[in-house]
């Protein structure tokens, strides 16, 4: 029998194994995408906040300001992000999803679910029970090491 380290070990192995065949799955999908990385990424971190600062988003891509305009303005000549003046203080400005991305991101949502769907109707009943148990374990330890990380601040 396998010892903990190895179990973890070969987790990793898989986790990794899985998200390279994933990512590769709708690879045409991605390359139609008309957004750079860093795009993405930007417009993922917005979209977690209702606004964000510039300030919070150079911080988050660990850049500077200056460098976080350039992604930020071509996000805006697209549509896709809106800036607005903090009425206290206007040198601070926040960053806020239109209603363009906030669609753009859930059509990418919806895509990733169909194909995930997809993937995992192959699957029997009993592999799918042994998914969700491991996945539910799994869920509960990340809450678990979120909410001990919050006591730790």
């Known amino acids: 029998m396998r010892d ?10 898989l986790h990794e194994k899985m998200n390279r065949l994933s990512m ?8 139609k995408l008309d957004l750079t990385i860093d795009q993405l990424k930007a417009l993922i971190l917005i979209q977690s906040h209702d606004k964000i600062s510039f300030k919070d988003v150079a911080q988050a891509f660990g850049s ?5 305009t350039g992604i930020v303005s071509r996000l805006v ?11 206290d203080d206007r040198r601070v ?3 806020m999803l239109t209603a363009k991305a906030q ?10 679910i169909t194909v995930q769907g997809n993937i995992l109707s192959v699957l029997t009943v009993e592999e ?25 601040v």
Request: proline share 4%; aromatic share 6%; glycine share 6%.
């Open 77 to 87: 000549q697209k549509g896709l992000v809106t800036r607005e003046p903090d009425p």
């Open 64 to 68: 500077t300001r200056g460098n976080i």
């Open 24 to 31: 590769c799955y709708p690879v045409e999908r991605w390359m």
């Open 4 to 13: 903990k380290q190895q179990l973890i070990d070969s987790i990793f192995g």
């Open 93 to 95: 400005q926040y960053l």
């Open 128 to 152: 799918l029970a042994a998914m969700e148990k491991g996945l539910s374990a799994f869920v509960k330890s990340i809450e678990s090491c979120i909410l001990n990380q919050q006591h730790k």
């Open 103 to 112: 669609k753009l991101l859930n059509n990418i949502k919806q895509k990733i």
